[in-house]
């Protein structure tokens, strides 16, 4: 987790993110032991329409039912569905995981991201 949350603050320098998130990203980088919660606090729910205006859809694959993305460092993200359901599909594998409890699927995206670094 040192190393994503270490990559993570990069990023946000280099496109001038606020200088707290860069600052609580830095801070992720220097702990010893993680939780599920120092990664969702970076979540950002956007509209899909504000999603795809703003991120390149070539990368990211959204769903056709999707209504809203929750966005977090790195470029991961879990679209909200029209059924209600949460869906995580890594843009780096093969790998999708859907649940009705957004906190489902966050900690299953936190123990990818953890089993990774």
């Known amino acids: 987790m040192k190393t994503f949350f270490l ?3 990069n ?3 280099r496109i001038e993110d606020s200088r707290d998130r860069i600052q609580t990203l830095q801070q992720m980088a220097d ?3 993680w939780s599920v919660k ?3 606090q970076f979540g950002q729910l956007m509209t899909r329409e504000d ?3 703003t991120h390149d859809t070539s990368i990211y694959n959204i769903d056709d039912e999707a209504l809203h993305v929750m966005m977090y ?4 993200y879990i679209q909200l569905l029209k059924n209600d359901m949460w869906l995580y599909k890594s843009i780096f594998s093969k790998i999708s995981y859907e649940d ?3 906190e489902a699927v966050e900690s299953y995206v936190y123990n990818q991201i953890k089993s990774s670094t």
């Open 100 to 102: 009705r409890k957004l």
């Open 38 to 40: 120092d990664f969702t």
């Open 11 to 13: 990023h946000a320098k």
């Open 31 to 33: 702990k010893t032991e």
């Open 73 to 76: 460092p790195q470029m991961y």
């Open 7 to 9: 990559k993570a603050s």
């Open 51 to 53: 999603f795809t205006a």
